[in-house]
C-alpha cells in the first residue's frame, strides 16, 4: 500500500474547518501523516483558533503536526511542509477546498498507477456555481480552476522529485505560478505529470468588490515567470496569456490623456480620452455580458474595470523591474 502524506498551509480563514472535516471523513487508507503549515504573520496568534480546528480531525489528530512559517508565503509554506514529511508521497492541500467522500482511496489508486517517471498527480478540481442565475465575475474566476493545469489546491507529488528540483520557488510570494514555476522545473527535469482521478469540491469563497483588483498584484509574478523560463512560458505552462496587452494600452492611453490636457493640446487629449473610455468599457462589457447583471454586479465590475488596467500595468513593470537580474534556477538532470 503506497504510504502518503498530506500538507495543508492555512492562514486559518473559515474554510479551513471544513477541509480538515472532509479529510478526516474521506474512505480509504489513511494519511500516515498530516503537516498543518500555520502561515499567519502574527506572531502571537490567539491560542485557540487552531486547536479549535482540529477538533474535527478526531482520529487522526494523533498524525497531524503543526508547525509555523510567520507568513513567508504558500511557497514557504508548502517547502516546511515538505521538511516535515517521511512518506515518499506528498498530497498538498488548500485550506479552502473539500476532498470527495473516497478521496484517500482515489489517492492511493492514483499513486499506485503513478509510473517510475512521474513526478506528481494532479487532482480533479470542481467548482460549484449557482444553477438559479448566471455566475458573478468573480465565481467564473474561481471556476477556472476546474481547467488550470498543476495547480496545488489537490496536488500529489513524490517527495523525491520535489527534493531533487529543490522544491518551491519561495520568490513567489502569492498563491499564484509558484505551481507551473515548479511544474516546469520537474518536466525540464525528465520527470512526467499527469491527471489522476481523484475529485475534490473548491467552493467560492465570498470576497471584497476589490478582490478582482488585488489579483493584479500576480502579474508581478508573471514577470518573474518570464525572466525565469522565457517569453514563450505561456505556452510551455499552458496557462492563458489574459489581457496584460490591453491592460498596458488603456493604461498608455488614460495617461496620454492627462498629460496632453495638462499640456493644452486639447483634441490629442480627447483622442486619447476616447481611446480610454473605449478600452475600459469593452473590458467591461466583457465581464458583465455573461454575468448576472444585477445592479450590484453591474456596479462592482464597472468600478473595478476602471481601476484594474492601471493596477495590473503598474504590477507588471515593477515586478518586471524587481527581478530584472533573477538568476534562474540551475539545471537538474535526472
Request: charged share 25%; hydrophobic share 40%.
Given at each position: 500500500?503506497?504510504?502518503?502524506?498530506?500538507?495543508?498551509?492555512?492562514?486559518?480563514?473559515?474554510?479551513?474547518?471544513?477541509?480538515?472535516?472532509?479529510?478526516?471523513?474521506?474512505?480509504?487508507?489513511?494519511?500516515?501523516?498530516?503537516?498543518?503549515?500555520?502561515?499567519?504573520?502574527?506572531?502571537?496568534?490567539?491560542?485557540?483558533?487552531?486547536?479549535?480546528?482540529?477538533?474535527?480531525?478526531?482520529?487522526?489528530?494523533?498524525?497531524?503536526?503543526?508547525?509555523?512559517?510567520?507568513?513567508?508565503?504558500?511557497?514557504?509554506?508548502?517547502?516546511?511542509?515538505?521538511?516535515?514529511?517521511?512518506?515518499?508521497?506528498?498530497?498538498?492541500?488548500?485550506?479552502?477546498?473539500?476532498?470527495?467522500?473516497?478521496?484517500?482511496?482515489?489517492?492511493?489508486?492514483?499513486?499506485?498507477?503513478?509510473?517510475?517517471?512521474?513526478?506528481?498527480?494532479?487532482?480533479?478540481?470542481?467548482?460549484?456555481?449557482?444553477?438559479?442565475?448566471?455566475?458573478?465575475?468573480?465565481?467564473?474566476?474561481?471556476?477556472?480552476?476546474?481547467?488550470?493545469?498543476?495547480?496545488t489546491a489537490d496536488m500529489a507529488y513524490r517527495t523525491e522529485a520535489l527534493r531533487q528540483v529543490g522544491g518551491f520557488d519561495e520568490r513567489f510570494p502569492r498563491a499564484f505560478r509558484e505551481d507551473a514555476d515548479l511544474a516546469l522545473r520537474l518536466l525540464d527535469a525528465g520527470w512526467r505529470i499527469r491527471k489522476g482521478r481523484r475529485t475534490t469540491l473548491h467552493p467560492v469563497r465570498s470576497a471584497s468588490r476589490w478582490a478582482s483588483v488585488g489579483q493584479q498584484r500576480g502579474n508581478a509574478d508573471d514577470a518573474l515567470m518570464r525572466r525565469l523560463h522565457g517569453p514563450d512560458w505561456w505556452d510551455k505552462a499552458v496557462a492563458p496569456r489574459g489581457r496584460i496587452r490591453r491592460h498596458a494600452a488603456i493604461t498608455a492611453a488614460g495617461a496620454a490623456a492627462c498629460a496632453l490636457a495638462a499640456a493644452g493640446h486639447r483634441r490629442a487629449a480627447t483622442a486619447c480620452a476616447l481611446g480610454w473610455a473605449a478600452g475600459t468599457a469593452e473590458f467591461a462589457r466583457a465581464r458583465i455580458v455573461p454575468g448576472p447583471r444585477t445592479r450590484d454586479e453591474v456596479t462592482t465590475v464597472l468600478a473595478s474595470s476602471v481601476v484594474i488596467p492601471p493596477a495590473a500595468t503598474w504590477h507588471r513593470l515593477a515586478g518586471a523591474w524587481r527581478h530584472r537580474n533573477a538568476p534562474a534556477w540551475q539545471e537538474v538532470t535526472r
Open positions: 500500500m503506497t504510504s502518503y502524506a498530506v500538507v495543508v498551509p492555512t492562514l486559518l480563514r473559515d474554510t479551513l474547518a471544513d477541509c480538515l472535516a472532509a479529510l478526516a471523513a474521506a474512505h480509504g487508507p489513511r494519511p500516515d501523516e498530516i503537516v498543518l503549515v500555520d502561515d499567519r504573520p502574527d506572531p502571537d496568534p490567539p491560542p485557540d483558533a487552531l486547536a479549535h480546528a482540529l477538533t474535527v480531525l478526531g482520529d487522526l489528530r494523533e498524525r497531524t503536526t503543526t508547525v509555523a512559517t510567520g507568513g513567508r508565503g504558500p511557497a514557504a509554506a508548502r517547502n516546511t511542509g515538505l521538511r516535515a514529511v517521511t512518506t515518499p508521497w506528498v498530497a498538498f492541500l488548500d485550506d479552502d477546498v473539500q476532498v470527495g467522500p473516497h478521496w484517500c482511496a482515489q489517492l492511493v489508486r492514483d499513486l499506485e498507477e503513478a509510473t517510475s517517471d512521474t513526478a506528481g498527480v494532479q487532482g480533479v478540481i470542481t467548482v460549484p456555481l449557482p444553477g438559479e442565475r448566471r455566475p458573478t465575475d468573480w465565481e467564473r474566476g474561481t471556476a477556472g480552476l476546474t481547467r488550470a493545469r498543476w495547480i
